[in-house]
């Protein structure tokens, strides 16, 4: 079975401290995509980063980077200096098989509060 | 291009009422999604479409029918709204299937009385 646990409910932080938000995922596929989404509070659905499972060379994108270790099954985002504007829900989601098809399976989303 | 589009933004039924959710997307995708996003459950795939005139049910797809007439249009159907509908619901669209990006409309926040 695919499946992505997000550990961490809530997270809150004061900012420019560092964070990290933990994805673990289940799958038996060798091929397999990873993805991280953004939903701040307006709602909408923001795409982040997508990995393959063939690649697992960390990514740094401005204050943001992705640790993927296929050892542990994990793809931790780290988000370095928080600001208020990253205040949001974010989804971890694997590319998985349902009803014999290639769907995303998204994880519980971890809530990631930034005071001022 | 105004990417994933959705209408409504937000509405409320009472059991028993019918409705449908439009989603239309202008990036010429061949895949359309709808999931329900349910408070401690992430997102789920209610059902999906893989072209103009094909569907598929995916994880949760009772209580709920589709149709995709025209490639850009994918619409979701309540024939008789519960209370366990009420959610937010999301349309996506990817050029492809396998390891393509999904790209998510702005939801439609539903209230079944």
């Known amino acids: 079975a695919q499946k992505v646990t997000q550990a961490q409910t809530e997270i809150s932080v004061v900012e420019k401290e560092d964070v990290t938000l933990d994805c673990v995922y289940e799958?038996?596929?060798?091929?397999?995509?990873l993805f991280w989404y953004k939903q701040p509070p307006s709602g909408e659905l923001v795409f982040l980063i997508r990995?393959?499972?063939?690649?697992?060379q960390n990514e740094i994108s401005g204050r943001y980077s992705w640790n993927f270790q296929k050892s542990t099954s994990s793809f931790n985002f780290t988000i370095t200096a928080s600001q208020v504007v990253d205040s949001a829900v974010y989804f971890c989601a694997l590319r998985g098989i349902i009803q014999g098809a290639q769907k995303l399976v998204f994880g519980q989303g971890t809530r990631l509060t930034i005071n001022p | 291009n105004a990417g994933v589009t959705q209408t409504p933004k937000f509405r409320v039924l009472k059991t028993g009422q019918s409705m449908t959710l439009l989603c239309a997307q202008d990036?010429?995708?061949?895949?359309m999604y709808w999931y329900r996003q349910d408070p401690g459950m992430g997102l789920r795939l209610i059902h999906y479409?893989?072209?103009?005139?094909?569907?598929a049910k995916g994880e949760v797809p009772d209580g709920y029918n589709v149709s995709r007439l025209k490639k850009q249009n994918f619409l979701l159907g309540l024939e008789s709204a519960a209370p366990s509908q009420t959610s937010v619901y999301f349309c996506a669209s990817s050029y492809s299937e396998l390891s393509d990006t999904q790209y998510f409309g702005p939801g439609t926040r539903l209230t079944v009385l």
């Open positions: 990995r393959n499972s063939f690649d697992e």
């Open positions: 799958t038996r596929d060798t091929t397999y995509y």
């Open positions: 479409s893989v072209g103009e005139g094909t569907t």
């Open positions: 990036m010429n995708h061949e895949y």
